[in-house]
Nanobody, 114 residues
Framework: QVQLEESGGGLVQAGGSLRLSCAAS????????RGWYRQAPGKQRELVAT???????NYAASVKGRFTISRDNAKNTVYLQMNSLKPEDTAVYYC????????WGQGTQVTVSS
């Protein structure tokens, strides 16, 4: 049984920063790609960023240069540092382990006020 525990969401003003964390526990292969996704009201869930076991990263164009994904393999934890936040970043953010099957966290709300 794999569990993902997210933390770090909240309310922030535009231009501010937040750091999300996602700790994985259970029988999980550390080599899986880890990722962050988000879903805004009325919209589909979309990719934010992914990171491989060795640290190769991929970002959505809308967050590139503002968000940074990182991981601590020893702690089975992945982070998302979000800077220069915009109101359009408001969404529920989900962490994921891109295995077979894909494992999802419960989601954490990020709200950016203008």
């Amino acid at each position: 049984q794999v569990q993902l525990e997210e933390s770090g969401g909240g309310l922030v003003q535009a231009g501010g920063s937040l750091r999300l964390s996602c700790a994985a526990s259970g029988n999980i292969f550390s080599g899986y790609i880890r990722g962050w996704y988000r879903q805004a009201p009325g919209k589909q869930r979309e990719l934010v960023a992914t990171i491989t076991w060795r640290g190769d990263t991929n970002y959505a164009a809308s967050v590139k240069g503002r968000f940074t994904i990182s991981r601590d393999n020893a702690k089975n934890t992945v982070y998302l540092q979000m800077n220069s936040l915009k109101p359009e970043d408001t969404a529920v953010y989900y962490c994921a382990v891109l295995g077979n099957p894909v494992y999802w966290g419960q989601g954490t709300q990020v709200t950016v006020s203008s």
